[in-house]
């Protein structure tokens, strides 16, 4: 696990805040555009998913898209190289973003990450509180997995009804 500094000297800051709606995939959207806001994504078949504001105007396939890029994408790829819980660095922000150059010395932030068999140069870091994955990541993977795998639904159905099959 990286080690932080207290200290904020040379450290910038280049987050934004965002308004992200509140639905599913605009949800894991936002996440995509997290993850491409860090390592160098200029792939135009993955940004086009990144857009979360327009995130009604996607087909249901296009929805599965979305889901399967978040679990390729998923932060156990970036933890502790390019994603850092650390509420603290966030202040009053659910996340924040700083500049590699500023923060390579003082994290243990690496320089690319490999991704689907290609490397990504890291271009910076985004620090996050625990309630930022759960709302943007975790609790919204878990209701697309059950639209998206229907034998899970009918399964959380069942439980949920407390149905006894014998």
């Known amino acids: 696990m990286a ?11 280049t987050g934004t805040t ?14 995509l555009k997290c993850v491409c806001s860090v390592i160098d ?28 890029l978040c679990l390729l994408l998923s932060p156990d790829e970036f933890a502790d190289k390019v994603f850092f819980e650390s509420d603290a660095m966030c202040g009053s922000s659910g996340n924040n973003f700083f500049e590699l150059s500023q923060v390579q010395n003082r994290l ?11 490397t990504r140069r ?27 795998n229907r034998n899970r639904l009918v399964m959380r159905a069942i439980q949920e009804a407390d149905c006894i099959i014998s």
Do not use: H
Not at 3 to 13: D, P
Not at 42 to 57: E, S, V
Not at 108 to 118: D, N, P, Q
Not at 122 to 148: A, C, E, G, H
């Open 18 to 31: 965002a308004s992200v709606p509140d639905n599913d995939v605009a949800r894991c959207m936002y996440y």
């Open 108 to 118: 243990g932030v690496v320089g690319s990450v490999l991704i689907a068999g290609r």
């Open 122 to 148: 890291v271009t910076s870091i985004m620090t996050y509180k625990m309630s930022w994955m759960r709302t943007n990541y975790f609790y919204p993977m878990r209701r697309l997995q059950d639209r998206f």
């Open 41 to 68: 994504c200029n792939d135009a078949n993955i940004l086009r998913y990144t857009k979360y504001q327009n995130y009604w105007a996607l087909s249901d396939a296009e929805d599965e898209i979305v889901y399967k």
């Open 3 to 13: 080690v932080y500094q207290q200290s904020n000297y040379g450290i910038r800051e």
